[in-house]
């Protein structure tokens, strides 16, 4: 029998971690020392950049940063999206930064719809392709949001995805996820998923929001819905297509394969099992680079989701009917007004005093 593939062990080996952050067994017990020594270093880090030992770099305009403080996908990608929706739906012109996990390399790089994912990575580029703001990444979001206003001098507000440990970058308003796990076991890495302390109580420019059914954690918060808006054929969706739920109806009754290179791929697969699509799952590693198609020869619909189609082009042998899902991740208008309310208003001139016609 041939040996496992390293890539195969890493992901076995990952997976065997998170199951044991669910309670506070063997696994989890041995990795606290461990912890211990995380939650000094993080603590010590955090005292450098709040004494002002080591700088924070401020923009030109109001930064507000959304994040986990625990590791996986709480939504914290689609939360960005909802934000930046609403600020441009209330007057301002966003722009995005972010790391863009999966890059050749960390420097800062301005974002086209049309950008390959291992120059921006995939998450950025789903994050310009669906709000049709500038985005910009780079390691250091500060730099990466310096580069965005020059390239874009209108936009007046930033938003960072998955920003809040970068403390370099100073921020107005910092936006928690949390999704079902809550706080997990209550532990830090590696012998739980806190990547810092839960929080007490919030700061005056802290909100927190759900990306559940019921808040998940004690810290008070906005819970969100998250539902399927529909689907759009591949090439309609590189085309700018918007989703059609008379498409995914037409999905009942058929054969098909449901691909998901996220961090939590049930719930996607979930959603499209509540809209009584019968599905062959196929999840993968998060930020699966499809450089091999995952799904089985002769497999005639595949349904993927707006993450994984950035990296499927349509000129592309597919072998089979691909199909892009789109999930709206919708907060509640009391967590649109507290944001909003954190923020000064939108104006209607640029940095430099101009009057904007």
Same mark, same amino acid.
Request: charged residues 20%; without cysteine.
């Given at each position: 029998?041939?040996?496992?593939?390293?890539?195969?062990?890493?992901?076995?080996?990952?997976?065997?971690?998170?199951?044991?952050?669910?309670?506070?067994?063997?696994?989890?017990?041995?990795?606290?020392? $461990?912890?211990?020594?995380?939650?000094?270093?993080?603590?010590?880090?955090?005292?450098?950049?709040?004494?002002?030992?080591?700088?924070?770099?401020?923009?030109?305009?109001?930064?507000?940063?959304?994040?986990?403080?625990?590791?996986?996908?709480?939504?914290?990608?689609?939360?960005?999206? &909802?934000?930046?929706?609403?600020?441009?739906?209330?007057?301002?012109?966003?722009?995005?930064?972010?790391?863009?996990?999966?890059?050749?390399?960390?420097?800062?790089?301005?974002?086209?719809?049309?950008?390959?994912?291992?120059?921006?990575?995939? %998450?950025?580029?789903?994050?310009?392709?669906?709000?049709?703001?500038?985005? $910009?990444?780079?390691?250091?979001?500060?730099?990466?949001?310096?580069?965005?206003?020059?390239?874009? *001098? $209108?936009?007046?507000?930033?938003?960072?995805?998955?920003?809040?440990?970068?403390?370099?970058? %100073?921020?107005?308003?910092?936006?928690?996820?949390?999704?079902?796990?809550?706080?997990?076991?209550?532990?830090?890495?590696? $012998?739980?998923?806190?990547?810092?302390?839960?929080?007490?109580?919030?700061?005056?420019?802290?909100?927190?929001?759900?990306?559940?059914?019921?808040?998940?954690?004690?810290?008070?918060?906005?819970?969100?819905?998250?539902?399927?808006?529909?689907?759009?054929?591949?090439?309609?969706?590189?085309?700018? &297509?918007? *989703?059609?739920?008379?498409?995914?109806?037409?999905?009942?009754?058929? *054969?098909?394969?449901?691909?998901?290179?996220?961090?939590?791929?049930?719930?996607?697969?979930?959603?499209?099992?509540?809209?009584?699509?019968?599905?062959?799952?196929?999840?993968?590693?998060?930020?699966?680079?499809?450089?091999?198609?995952?799904? *089985?020869?002769?497999?005639?619909?595949?349904?993927?989701?707006?993450?994984?189609?950035?990296?499927?082009?349509?000129?592309?042998?597919?072998?089979?009917?691909?199909?892009?899902?789109?999930?709206? #991740?919708?907060?509640?208008?009391? #967590?649109?007004?507290?944001?909003?309310?954190?923020?000064?208003?939108?104006?209607?001139?640029?940095?430099?005093?101009?009057?904007?016609?």
């Amino acid at each position: 029998m041939p040996a496992p593939a390293p890539a195969t062990l890493r992901e076995g080996l990952a997976a065997t971690l998170q199951r044991s952050w669910q309670g506070r067994g063997p696994l989890s017990t041995l990795f606290v020392p $461990a912890a211990w020594a995380f939650g000094v270093a993080a603590a010590l880090r955090r005292g450098l950049f709040e004494g002002g030992v080591r700088e924070r770099a401020r923009l030109p305009v109001p930064v507000v940063v959304v994040g986990n403080v625990l590791v996986g996908g709480a939504g914290k990608t689609p939360t960005a999206l &909802a934000v930046v929706a609403l600020l441009a739906g209330s007057g301002y012109r966003p722009g995005i930064v972010s790391r863009g996990y999966g890059r050749r390399d960390d420097s800062v790089a301005l974002v086209d719809p049309d950008s390959a994912t291992d120059r921006v990575g995939d %998450e950025p580029l789903l994050l310009r392709r669906r709000s049709g703001v500038p985005v $910009a990444v780079g390691a250091d979001r500060a730099a990466a949001g310096r580069a965005l206003l020059r390239a874009h *001098p $209108a936009v007046d507000v930033v938003v960072s995805d998955d920003g809040l440990q970068h403390l370099a970058l %100073e921020r107005d308003v910092e936006v928690l996820v949390f999704d079902e796990r809550g706080a997990g076991n209550g532990r830090l890495l590696p $012998a739980g998923p806190l990547r810092e302390r839960l929080p007490r109580v919030l700061g005056p420019q802290q909100l927190v929001v759900y990306n559940a059914d019921t808040p998940t954690t004690t810290l008070p918060g906005h819970v969100a819905r998250r539902e399927l808006a529909g689907i759009t054929a591949l090439a309609d969706w590189w085309a700018g &297509a918007l *989703p059609d739920r008379t498409a995914l109806a037409a999905l009942r009754g058929r *054969p098909i394969v449901a691909v998901a290179g996220i961090a939590r791929p049930g719930r996607f697969f979930a959603m499209l099992r509540a809209h009584g699509i019968d599905i062959v799952e196929q999840p993968l590693a998060d930020h699966a680079d499809f450089a091999t198609l995952p799904w *089985p020869v002769g497999a005639t619909d595949v349904v993927v989701t707006e993450k994984d189609a950035v990296k499927l082009t349509p000129t592309r042998p597919l072998g089979a009917r691909v199909w892009v899902a789109r999930l709206d #991740f919708v907060p509640p208008p009391a #967590f649109d007004a507290a944001l909003l309310a954190l923020l000064p208003p939108p104006t209607a001139s640029d940095r430099h005093g101009n009057t904007a016609p």
